[in-house]
C-alpha cells in the first residue's frame, strides 16, 4: 500500500482559498488513482475529487465543482487540493484517498473502494 499524508488545511474566511497537499510514498505514485474525500462531524465520509493516474482525467462531486481543482505532480509523489470560494459548509476533515484503479463515478465515490488513506486534516471555514 502507498503512504499518505495530507498537510494544508487550516482556518479561513468565507470566500478565501487554501491548498491541500497529500504526499505519497512506498510504492510509484503514477500506479495510484488519487482522490480527497471529507467529512464533517456527525456526518460520513463524502466524496470531493478524484484524478487518474498521470491527471488526465477529473471527476468532481457537484458541491464543489467550479470551486476546487484537483492536481498532481508525479514527480514530487504529491496530490493538491486546491480550495477556492470557500464556504462555512466546506468544513470538515479532508482525506487523501489512493487506490490502484479508477472506477466509474457510481463507484469512484464510495469511501469504501478506496484502499489506502491518509490521516486527514481539518479545514475550518468561518461565516
Known amino acids: 500500500q502507498v503512504q499518505l499524508v495530507e498537510s494544508g488545511g487550516g482556518l479561513v474566511q468565507a470566500g478565501g482559498s487554501l491548498r491541500l497537499s497529500c504526499a505519497a510514498s512506498g510504492r510509484t505514485f503514477n500506479d495510484y488513482v488519487m482522490g480527497w474525500f471529507r467529512q464533517a462531524p456527525g456526518k460520513e465520509r463524502e466524496f470531493v475529487a478524484a484524478i487518474t493516474y498521470k491527471g488526465g482525467s477529473t471527476y468532481y462531486a457537484d458541491s464543489v465543482k467550479g470551486r476546487f481543482t484537483i492536481s498532481r505532480d508525479n514527480a514530487k509523489n504529491t496530490g493538491y487540493l486546491q480550495m477556492n470560494n470557500l464556504k462555512p459548509e466546506d468544513t470538515a476533515v479532508y482525506y487523501c484517498?489512493?487506490?490502484?484503479?479508477?472506477?466509474?463515478?457510481?463507484?469512484?465515490?464510495?469511501?469504501?473502494?478506496?484502499?489506502?488513506w491518509g490521516q486527514g486534516t481539518q479545514v475550518t471555514v468561518s461565516s
Open positions: 484517498a489512493a487506490d490502484r484503479s479508477w472506477k466509474i463515478p457510481a463507484v469512484i465515490v464510495v469511501a469504501s473502494r478506496w484502499g489506502s
